[in-house]
């Protein structure tokens, strides 16, 4: 049997399904931009991870 193509599954408790979004500046795409390169993570993980400090 042939392995099944695709993205595999994503446990429930792993699962995100909500999308936040926001308009930026120029400006602030910019400085965005610079702190999460420095930071080295993805800019999901980055939002996500500032966000959460934030809360």
Do not use: C, F, H, Y
């Amino acid at each position: 049997m042939k392995p099944k193509m695709g993205r595999p599954k994503v446990a429930k408790a792993k699962l995100r399904g909500i999308l936040v979004q926001a308009r930026l500046s120029p400006d602030e795409n910019k400085a965005i931009s610079a702190a999460v390169k420095r930071s080295g993570l993805s800019t999901s993980e980055w939002v996500r991870k500032t966000l959460l400090s934030a809360s």
